[in-house]
Nanobody, 126 residues
Framework: VQLVESGGGLVQAGASLRLSCAAS????????MAWFRQAPGKEREFVAG????????DYLDSVKGRFTISRDNAKNTVYLQMNSLKPEDAAVYYC????????????????????WGQGTQVTVSS
């Protein structure tokens, strides 16, 4: 599966952005999907994940209540709605795909994701 992110940009603190990740290839609905982010000088961190049918989601504690992950299997697309953005949310955001052994489990570990997009930059000014 190939992944292409879009929707990043420069916004002021408190604003919203919606990231999209379009997947090509077969069986998108079989994949668990996630968003990770990496800021300069920091490790890549899990932001949000969603299982194959959207029935299970998981979030980084610092984004709970502000970010929402969703997917549209008919469009082969996963989204990350980001509200009330803070300067500390600034990073390159990556979309990732995984075929988990447990279809209802949301994986948080980056190395277990086999497919990655190229990333989209999110910059938040204070």
């Amino acid at each position: 599966v190939q992944l292409v992110e879009s929707g990043g940009g420069l916004v002021q603190a408190g604003a919203s952005l919606r990231l999209s990740c379009a997947a090509s290839g077969r069986a998108f609905s079989s994949y668990g999907m996630a968003w990770f982010r990496q800021a300069p000088g920091k490790e890549r961190e899990f932001v949000a994940g969603i299982n194959w049918d959207g029935g299970s989601t998981d979030y980084l504690d610092s984004v709970k209540g502000r970010f929402t992950i969703s997917r549209d299997n008919a469009k082969n697309t996963v989204y990350l709605q980001m509200n009330s953005l803070k300067p500390e949310d600034a990073a390159v955001y990556y979309c990732a795909a995984d075929l988990p052994a447990d279809a209802d489990y949301v994986e948080r570990t980056a190395y277990k994701y086999g497919y990655w997009g190229q990333g989209t930059q999110v910059t938040v000014s204070s």
